[in-house]
């Protein structure tokens, strides 16, 4: 948790009638990073939405998905999002507030205007979208690790002939179920 950034209700941002501001600098519970998680993030109420930007960065550890090792990244964000507050919003809806809803701004989220904001949440998702989908160390990956400590040979036997593997598995299986008394 990061200290001082608790849910705000909706309506308190809405009484506030202007900007509420948080600087940021703490661990997120569900992204551990090396370095503290360090910015700022601004949230306005405007009425039927709520318009949230924020600039964040953090450094975190990764597993190399090629060569198991770890190595550091640095993950920043800087983004401006406009929150729907209410039911999914009608293009009509939308036109009232001068959006366009095929504009690639368009809106992503709907939050309940009775309920909160929830500002860490916000910078986890911001951070989240900037991790790769594959983890590469970098351009001096070693590769495959040659043989895993674990796995295939700690197998006593070697692999068996395919074609008898089914009656091995159904012979298992019997002995399983024979040898289950409770
Ligand atoms: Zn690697």
């Not at 900007?19 to 569900?30: A, F, I, K």
């Not at 993950?75 to 401006?80: G, K, P, T």
């Not at 160390?137 to 674990?150: I, K, L, N, T």
Request: with cysteine; aromatic share 4%; glycine share 8%.
């Amino acid at each position: 948790m990061i200290p001082g950034l608790e849910p705000v209700p909706l309506r308190e941002l809405q009484a506030l009638g202007s900007p509420r501001v948080w600087s940021v600098e703490g661990q997120l519970d569900e992204m551990p990073s090396l370095t503290p998680v360090r910015g700022t993030i601004r949230a306005e109420h405007l009425g039927n939405l709520l318009e949230v930007e924020g600039s964040v960065q953090t450094i975190i550890c990764l597993r190399c998905d090629r060569c198991l090792g770890h190595f550091n990244q640095q993950l920043s964000a800087v983004s401006r999002e406009l929150i729907w507050l209410g039911t999914e919003p009608s293009d009509d809806h939308l036109a009232q507030t001068g959006l366009d809803p095929t504009s690639p701004e368009g809106l992503m989220e709907c939050l309940d205007p009775r309920g909160d904001f929830e500002p860490e949440r916000w910078i986890y998702e911001q951070l989240s979208l900037q991790m790769s989908v594959v983890n590469r160390c970098g351009e001096h990956c070693p590769g495959m690790p040659q043989q895993p400590a674990d796995g295939a040979a700690s197998h006593g036997e070697k692999s068996p002939d395919p074609r008898w593997q089914a009656l091995k598995d159904l012979q298992s299986s019997m002995q399983r179920n024979g040898t289950h008394h409770d």
